[in-house]
């Protein structure tokens, strides 16, 4: 599903490398975490493959195909089919919690019968569907990041990707939230999760990618330590 080869990432000339000769191959149906301190790469990493950013060198293929390499118009198409939770949410905060779901379907053409049907439907998946009229603005962490998962569920993506989906809550809605992405990842979905809360990747039991400044230092696959350098 996602192979990096030798990936390097440098924001700009005067930077330290973001990412440095970073490979790894994630197969279908992996639940996988990414791990590293804040500014270890691991938000990088998800932009390079939802190409949000292109590496610096090396090679990253998504779904078989290098995506350096693709052309703009098929970019769309990647996104639909990777749903993203983004560490700042990115959603319309004026907008209701219906609204900001309906436009990730909208913007694929989706009918308005299609819409009707699906947005509450992923509503009460992730507990949300008395919220649907709410304005994102007026909802706590825990259920803006409900919404970003929503959203990110809502076109049935084949790999799901959450960047830090339990920042600023507390366990318990933490818990809900992993536990949601499990129940995913149980019906067919490659799930990513790159966060920092250790109690969390030690109570899953998942694959851990470690980045540590940019580097790969560590590959554990449940229980399975390979130590890279
Ligand atoms: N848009 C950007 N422009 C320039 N440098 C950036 C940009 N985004 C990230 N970086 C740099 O890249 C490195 C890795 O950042 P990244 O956001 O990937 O880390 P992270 O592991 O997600 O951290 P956190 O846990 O704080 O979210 C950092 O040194 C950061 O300063
Ligand atoms: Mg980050």
Do not use: W
Request: glycine share 8%; proline share 3%; charged share 30%.
């Amino acid at each position: 599903m996602v192979e990096a080869d030798n990936v390097s990432m440098k924001y700009n000339r005067c930077k330290q490398y973001a990412l440095e000769d970073v490979s790894f191959s994630i197969s279908r149906g992996e639940f996988v975490f990414i791990v590293g301190s804040s500014g270890a790469g691991k938000s990088t990493l998800l932009k390079l493959i939802i190409r949000e950013i292109k590496p610096t060198a090396g090679l990253m293929k998504v779904f078989g195909k290098d995506i350096s390499r693709l052309p703009r118009r098929r970019l769309p198409s990647l996104r639909r089919s990777i749903g993203m939770v983004f560490q700042d949410f990115r959603l319309i905060d004026d907008r209701t919690v219906s609204e900001n779901v309906a436009f990730a379907l909208m913007v694929t053409g989706a009918s308005r019968r299609d819409i009707r049907k699906k947005v509450p439907h992923v509503l009460g998946l992730v507990g949300l569907q008395e919220k649907a009229k709410e304005r994102v603005c007026d909802l706590s962490g825990g259920e803006q990041q409900r919404v970003g998962l929503a959203r990110a569920l809502v076109n049935r993506p084949s790999i799901i990707m959450a960047d830090e989906p339990t920042g600023n809550l507390d366990p318990g809605t933490a818990l809900d939230i992993m536990n949601l992405l499990r129940s995913i990842n149980l019906s067919g979905t490659t799930v990513l999760v790159a966060t920092h809360n250790r109690e969390i990747v030690d109570r899953f039991k998942k694959r851990v990618i470690y980045l540590d400044q940019g580097k790969l230092i560590g590959d554990e696959q449940k229980g399975i330590y390979t130590h890279v350098r």
